[in-house]
C-alpha cells in the first residue's frame, strides 16, 4: 500500500459507521436536494456519458439515470464495501450502472470519457496533493468541453458555519477539509486547469456551509 493509499479516507472515516452515511446524509444533509441541484446545473444531454466520481452507496447516479434515462452513468469509488450497496442499488431499481473500484486520483478510464464528471462530498476526503492529482485525471478523463459537477463543502458563510464545520473536521481530519472551509476549491479547479470555474449555490447545514461548483475543460484542443 503506498503513501496516497493510507492516505484514503472512507465515508465517515470510519468503516463501522457506514451503514449509517445514508440515513445521515437524508436527514441532516437534505441529499435529495442536492441530488437534484446538481442534475439541473449539470442538464446533461441525451445519450451522454456521466462519471459520478466517488459515487459511494449510489444515491446519486441512481438519480441521476433515473432523472435521465438514455445517458450512461458510470460510478468510481475507492471503497468496495460502498460499491456493494450502490450495486444492490441499482439493480433494486433495475437500472443499467457500470461501478468500478478504484481512486479518483488514478482513474481507470480513457482519455476524453466523459462529458460530465461529479462529485459530492469527494475532495473533502483527499489530500492537497491527492485533490491536485484527481483535478489533473478529470480534465484527462473529460472531454473537450466537457463539465465538472461539485457538491462539497465550502467557505464557512460566517462564525456560526464556521463553528458548525469543526464536527466534520473532527471526523475527518483537519488536513484534508481546511481547503474546503477555507474556500480553496475554486482556486485549486483554476490552478489545475479547468475553466469558468464557478461557486453556483451555496446553502447552510448543521455542519457547515455546502456549496455547489462548475468547471469546465477547455474547449480548445491542446495542441
Known sequence: MNKQEKEYITA??????????????????????????????????????ILDLGCGTGDLMVYIKKSYP??????????????????????????????????????????????????????????????KLTIKEIIRVLKVGGELHVADWGKAQNIVMRIAFLAVQLLDGFKTTKHNVNGLLPELFTAGGLEEVREMDRYKTIFGTF?????????????
Not at 437500472?95 to 461529479?118: C, H, Q, W
Open 70 to 131: 438514455d445517458i450512461k452513468v458510470f460510478g468510481l469509488d475507492g471503497d468496495a464495501k460502498v460499491l456493494e450497496i450502490a450495486k444492490t442499488k441499482a439493480q433494486k431499481a433495475k437500472l443499467e450502472i457500470t461501478l468500478d473500484l478504484g481512486m479518483a486520483y488514478k482513474l481507470p478510464y480513457p482519455n476524453d470519457s466523459f462529458d460530465r464528471v461529479f462529485s459530492s462530498l469527494l475532495f473533502h476526503h483527499l489530500t492537497l496533493e491527492n485533490k
Open 12 to 49: 465517515l472515516r470510519y468503516p463501522i459507521l457506514t451503514p449509517f452515511y445514508d440515513w445521515l446524509l437524508k436527514w441532516t444533509m437534505r441529499e435529495s436536494i442536492f441530488h437534484k441541484e446538481l442534475c439541473l446545473q449539470a442538464q446533461p444531454r441525451k445519450a451522454c456519458h
Open 211 to 223: 456549496s455547489f461548483y462548475k468547471a469546465l475543460k477547455s474547449k480548445k484542443e491542446v495542441q
